[in-house]
T-cell receptor, first 111, second 115 residues
């Protein structure tokens, strides 16, 4: 199973760029990297997904080095509403049971 | 709201009772997933349906747990003879055909408390 490792928590301030790194040393060739955001008492919300290099959408950017053993979620100019838990996971088309969310990174944004 | 809908949002039950949760996925999503989440942990996979077929089940899903998806639309998750360790948030998610199983839309969950 492709397990991921993330920092337990991070703090930042409004307006800053936040980078959360995830390691996934045993990622498989056909695995994609996906990030979710979760607020208290809500289900996770998909943020971004990628296979290699860089992916950007209206919310975040995802940087994946050539060896794909890690990835970095970048949140530009965070606000208080970005305070949440962020999960990194890897998986593919093949098996839902192999998806592991882990404990996530608890991001706290201060004014 | 056309998102994933779960009912009830909260359930308190006595140990030993049976409970059933319902999930209505996003219309036309043929894939449906159930997860369990305990405090401070990420969601743990329980089971996965493609249409009405239950394709995968976690070993976490003991014989007290059963899930169905008749006609490939809504799904139910039943827990028999509940135990205090079953207290958790039960999350349902769905995704459309052709999408990676890692990209799913989650409901707001059903919080179960077993007393």
């Amino acid at each position: 199973l492709a397990k991921t490792t993330q920092p337990i928590s991070m703090d930042s301030y409004e307006g800053q760029e936040v980078n959360i790194t995830c390691s996934h040393n045993n990622i498989a060739t056909n695995d994609y990297i996906t990030w979710y955001q979760q607020f208290p008492s809500q289900g996770p919300r998909f943020i971004i997904q990628g296979y290699k290099t860089k992916v950007t959408n209206e919310v975040a950017s995802l940087f994946i080095p050539a060896d794909r053993k890690s990835s970095t979620l970048s949140l530009p100019r965070v606000s208080l509403s970005d305070t949440a838990v962020y999960y990194c996971l890897v998986g593919s088309y093949s098996s839902a049971s192999k998806i592991i969310f882990g404990s996530g990174t608890r991001l706290s944004i201060r004014p | 709201d056309t998102g994933v809908s779960q009912d009830p949002r909260h359930k308190i039950t006595k140990r030993g009772q049976n409970v059933t949760f319902r999930c209505d996925p996003i219309s036309e999503h043929n894939r449906l997933y159930w997860y369990r989440q305990t405090l401070g942990q990420g969601p743990e996979f329980l089971t996965y349906f493609q249409n009405e077929a239950q394709l995968e089940k976690s070993r976490l899903l003991s014989d007290r747990f059963s899930a169905e998806r008749p006609k490939g639309s809504f799904s139910t998750l039943e827990i028999q003879r509940t135990e205090q360790g079953d207290s958790a948030m039960y999350l349902c998610a769905s995704s459309p055909r052709g999408q990676l199983v890692t990209e799913a839309f989650f409901g707001q969950g059903t919080r179960l408390t077993v007393v």
